[in-house]
Nanobody
Framework: VQLQASGGGLVQPGGSLRLNCRTS????????MYWYRRVPGKDREFVAS???????NYADSVKGRFTISRDNRLKTVYLQMNSLNSDDTAVYYC??????WGQGTQVTVSS
């Protein structure tokens, strides 16, 4: 399974970004999808998840600011990130089943 994450970049505090994670996997619609992030020197941190049935879950640190969604027709999972702050600076990874991982996309929040 290959996962291709994109959408990262440099954004000012208070700004927004949308991350995308695309796959060609035929089982995407039946898969639970996750976003994690990692800051250098720290463990990987759970950010959000969306299961095949659509139920979502968020880390407390991003609740109310981030929204995870999916488009099964496009085989893509999204992470809409609003009200970004410096603590959100990290490499963001998408995952299928917490078993397959994308290459990561850098998000930097800085003025």
């Amino acid at each position: 399974v290959q996962l291709q994450a994109s959408g990262g970049g440099l954004v000012q505090p208070g700004g927004s970004l949308r991350l995308n994670c695309r796959t060609s996997s035929a089982i995407f619609s039946r898969s639970d999808m996750y976003w994690y992030r990692r800051v250098p020197g720290k463990d990987r941190e759970f950010v959000a998840s969306i299961v095949s049935g659509g139920t979502v879950n968020y880390a407390d640190s991003v609740k109310g600011r981030f929204t995870i969604s999916r488009d099964n027709r496009l085989k893509t999972v999204y992470l809409q990130m609003n009200s970004l702050n410096s603590d959100d600076t990290a490499v963001y990874y998408c995952s299928m089943w917490q078993r397959y991982w994308g290459q990561g996309t850098q998000v930097t929040v800085s003025s």
